[in-house]
């Protein structure tokens, strides 16, 4: 039987995907597919954080429905199931099942029960070691909680993946040796606040936090680059930045995801920091790894979000500098805080598409003033790729601190680790040669 999967969203879903992958290939006997016409079961993998999410899922429901062999099923699984469960059902009969993001453990079970749908929040998989090691490549990902604690007013990710519980470490553990075993060099770990690893686990656990994961995961032999997304800016005290500093598997990129730059809103949407905390602690992270790269998140036009505000915002930006940034225009979403506020304090589109215009291109103009100081400046790349175009041999491969080189003239090993200079940087574009 064939196993056709599309995935929608973040890496969190990317992850869930490769989970239930392994479970079906192992348990049930499918193989994968990338031809939804071949496929005897064909998952949708959704998101809910954008905007008319719904209206994309019922498109792809349409699509498959129609493009679909005789007798193929047509499961929906991921954070849209979670929220809208059997309404899915009652909206498309193309549909088998409903499969919510907290409940993906039970994939094999419900492929054998028509028009089931499990999506209870209070589901806890923390526990369950999922079959298979999946991963290709030399990178891997690896999830150390499921859920969320936090009740930040534009986000439905609490509605859709529930209480935040940390994995139990001795299964990270294996997993990752697992993944070591398989010629994996770089792990990313994943959460929704990935540095409040240890708040909670759901059965008796030693003490542990995110410092201490980290700690305990460099000590694998095969693994030599940790990273891991997203870590929440109110979980950035001394001891996790000390870690971050020290350990030398820990990757020098960090996502920080600010949202806003103005203390008002960041109240207004129940971050639970203000811009001078995120500030000091960008000031410190800088000071303990000067190299470090910091992405960010930002959403403008936020319910309430005045000119001043949105002032404040730029004022970060100019202050940190981000290397990359993740921008985006406040989306209404049902089943959070904000959904409900006052329709007049909402911004109107016509002003929060300005507002991004020119967040985005004063960041490409930071962009392009910090692009001059990399010619001839030096890193250790890890060889992720090797690609010829025409007559032309090339690798590629990312920093420590997460920049993506491309290494001209060379085929190289994937997984080699490789000292390169840089030679020009065209649109943002690094190439480089071997040093």
Not at 47 to 62: A, D, N, Q, T, Y
Not at 123 to 133: H, M
Request: proline content about 3%; glycine content about 6%.
């Amino acid at each position: 039987m064939k196993l056709f999967v599309q995935t929608l969203g973040c890496a969190m879903n990317e992850r869930d995907s490769e989970h239930m992958i392994a479970e079906l290939e192992s348990k049930e006997g499918y193989t994968l597919t990338d031809d939804a016409t071949q496929a005897d079961l064909i998952l949708i993998n959704t998101c809910s954080v954008r905007e008319k999410p719904e209206r994309r899922l019922f498109s792809e429901i349409g699509q498959y429905a129609q493009q679909k062999k005789k007798g193929a099923k047509i499961g929906v699984c991921g954070c849209t199931a979670s929220h809208m469960g059997a309404e899915i059902l009652r909206k498309s009969s193309a549909v088998d099942f409903v499969l919510g993001a907290r409940n993906i453990s039970k994939i094999t079970q419900i492929i054998h029960k028509p028009k089931a749908v499990e999506v209870d929040l209070s589901y806890d998989d923390s526990l369950y070691a999922f079959e298979g090691v999946r991963s290709s490549g030399v990178k891997a990902l690896l999830n150390i909680s499921i859920g969320c604690d936090k009740s930040c007013a534009y986000c439905i990710v609490p509605h859709t993946r529930g209480k935040e519980i940390s994995i139990p470490l001795d299964l990270l553990l294996a997993e990752a040796r697992k993944l070591a075993q398989n010629g994996i060099k770089e792990l990313l770990l994943l959460g929704q606040n990935v540095n409040n690893y240890g708040a909670r686990f759901s059965s008796a656990h030693r003490q542990i936090n995110f410092s201490g994961l980290l700690a305990e995961l460099a000590e694998i032999d095969g693994i030599e680059r940790i990273r891991f997304t997203s870590p929440h800016p109110l979980h950035m005290d001394d001891e996790f930045l000390h870690e971050f500093a020290r350990n030398p598997k820990v990757c020098k990129s960090i996502h920080m995801p600010l949202q806003s730059g103005s203390s008002k809103i960041l109240k207004a949407m129940r971050r639970g920091y203000s811009k001078e905390w995120f500030l000091d602690r960008v000031q410190r992270l800088k000071s303990l790894v000067p190299e470090v790269t910091i992405s960010t998140d930002i959403i403008v036009g936020f319910v309430g979000e005045s000119e001043e505000d949105f002032a404040h915002t730029l004022d970060v930006l100019e202050q940190v500098r981000f290397d990359t940034l993740y921008s985006f225009i406040y989306s209404p979403r049902p089943h959070t805080l904000a959904y409900s506020l006052d329709p007049s304090s909402h911004i109107p589109k016509d002003i929060a598409q300005a507002r991004l215009s020119t967040l985005q291109e004063r960041h490409r103009e930071i962009l392009r003033e910090k692009a001059q100081a990399e010619i001839g400046r030096e890193y250790i790349v890890l060889v992720e790729n090797t690609l010829q175009d025409t007559d032309i041999v090339f690798s590629e491969g990312r920093s420590d601190n997460n920049k993506l080189i491309h290494i001209e003239n060379a085929a190289l090993d994937l997984g080699e680790f490789v000292r390169v200079r840089i030679t020009r940087n065209e649109g943002g574009s690094l190439f480089g040669e071997l040093a």
